[in-house]
């Protein structure tokens, strides 16, 4: 069965799209998609693939560690689905599975596309350490899995975690983090504006430029320049 998937997958690569995407991904040398090799499929496509397979945890993880950036995608897709169809038992199984292997979850798409609806949604009424110290790896994409697992409990108006990580991630260096964390104090504004804002007057003057702007994207201009001014 799997090879029948990645038959499909490369039966619909567009090598003038993959260029752009390859760009895009920052797959150039000592960028942080380095070496990352794609085929050019929308992900929507990708989608309707994955839908018609089912495949096992060994077998997901031959295509998380592919080179081929739609495999280890498609692979994610079919995880959520094993996962939102899952008993609690094969749910924690899949959770750990996602854990163990995150460092194959190596682009921030992988990442943004997965994270919360296995880790956000397993931990949502779980003790959340893991998020905290997947927040203090090395790992890139770890420290990304701790913040966006955090938008499955944003959505449900739990903020307390995601804020508690975005502090944490304060002085990061990489300006994906940096994003990351601005998108979901800007996804709690949407909810709560003064959750978001609290959080806000207390660190602006400390936070990176590109998490602040992320954050403050939906403000009236006024506000906006205000907390750009520091």
């Not at 495999?71 to 994610?76: D, G, H, K």
């Not at 609806?117 to 779980?126: A, P, Q």
């Not at 300006?175 to 998108?183: E, F, N, P, T, Y």
Request: proline share 2%; with cysteine; net charge positive.
């Amino acid at each position: 069965m799997i090879n029948d998937l990645k038959k499909e997958l490369k039966g619909l690569e567009n090598l003038e799209k993959a260029k752009i995407l390859q760009g895009f991904f920052k797959t150039g040398k000592g960028q942080y998609g380095e070496g990352d090799i794609f085929l050019g499929i929308p992900v929507p496509e990708q989608r309707s693939v994955a839908k018609k397979y089912d495949l096992n945890l060994d077998e997901i993880k031959e295509l998380l560690y592919d080179e081929i950036h739609e495999f280890r995608l498609v692979a994610l897709f079919i995880l959520i689905q094993k996962y939102q169809n899952a008993d609690e038992k094969l749910k924690k199984q899949i959770y750990e599975f996602y854990l163990k292997n995150a460092k194959r979850i190596n682009n921030w798409d992988l990442v943004d596309l997965s994270a919360n609806h296995i880790v956000g949604n397993y931990l949502m009424d779980r003790d959340k350490k893991i998020l905290f110290e997947l927040a203090k790896s090395d790992n890139l994409w770890e420290r990304r899995i701790a913040m966006l697992s955090c938008f499955e409990f944003i959505k449900n108006n739990k903020f307390d975690t995601a804020l508690k990580i975005s502090e944490k991630l304060l002085n990061d260096k990489q300006d994906l983090i940096h994003k990351a964390v601005g998108w979901m104090l800007r996804e709690i504004g949407k909810r709560d504006l003064d959750a978001e804002e609290n959080f806000l007057k207390k660190y602006y003057k400390k936070m990176p430029r590109t998490m602040l702007r992320y954050s403050i994207e939906r403000f009236p201009e006024n506000k906006r320049k205000f907390y750009m001014k520091k």
